[in-house]
């Protein structure tokens, strides 16, 4: 199951207290009182694993060590380890305490989320020639603490998108390694699911249906990975007996959740072109312009795919 949304407490360690200690040796008495080392800070690093939200599906709360305290001979504490997260990449880091709002757009790009605590200053910091024995010593500061909402929100160059059961998993599947589930029925694609062509990420988005914007089917969670794709790959099922209005039911659930989503380029597919004859499929295909017919069983339909993928490689390139 794919984590994309949840809400975890993140607690920075605080700093280690300062020591009040004195000078051991014969006829010395300076004050040696270390300071406190500092309290681990947390940090969150983009990865590339789709699943590693997963780690806070039982842990909904991170704490980082404190400092450790002062000791004597002039001996600081040692400072915490921090905390570094693996995130995926995309994800938005809302600080719900704060009202900031980050995101991780690069592998291996760092943020710090939470500082830790700064150690106390033990009493050797004191002293002066007014105040030769300080008994004074600092306690640490405590460590920053946020509850933090973490989104995740897929970064693809081609969302496939489609009623549910449009072949859009067979697709991917076929273009790239990748193995969603593929099934005759609704709902095959519980999460959605990531392949690569070349040098262009395939996201299989799964299947929308009427009212997703508002919370039906499983739309509702995953519109929000069709904002951050690049193009869409729209697919109608050559079965269908209505394909101009599966293509207006997704579209319309689009513009309800956001209107951008219509301004991104759009390619539009027949699927299983193989289920019908040839007189019924040209009749659907004039329905729309610069309409493809494919099928996986159709060398010649998947070579057209993969010629309009090469071309967008092309244009990455070129940008």
Known sequence: MLIDDITIKIFAGKGGKGR????????????????????????????????????FRYQKEVRAEDGEEGKGQLKDGANAEDVILKIPVGTIIHNLSNGQK????????KVLIAKGGKGGK???????STNTTPMQFQKGLPGEAFIIRLELKLIADIGLIGLPNAGKSTLLNELTSASSKVANYCFTTLEPHLGVYYELILADI????????????????FLRHIERTQIL?????????????DYEVIRKELEKYNPEILKKEEYIFISKSD???????????????????????DEESMNNVKKILNTIIAKKKEV
């Open 20 to 55: 009040v200690a004195f000078d051991k040796t014969r006829m010395a008495k300076g004050p040696t009182g270390g300071n406190g080392g500092n309290g681990g800070s947390i940090y969150f690093e983009g990865v590339s694993n789709l699943s590693s939200l997963k780690q």
């Open 102 to 109: 980050i995101e991780i757009t690069k592998i291996g790009e």
């Open 122 to 128: 033990g009493n050797n910091f004191f002293k002066s």
């Open 206 to 221: 799964p299947g929308l249906i009427e009212g997703a914007s508002v919370g039906k089917g499983l739309g509702i969670k």
């Open 233 to 245: 790959f729209h697919l109608i099922s050559a079965e269908s007996e209505d394909p101009k209005k």
């Open 275 to 297: 289920a019908i004859d040839e007189k019924e499929l040209k009749k659907k295909l004039k329905l729309f312009k610069n309409t493809l017919p494919i099928s996986i069983l």
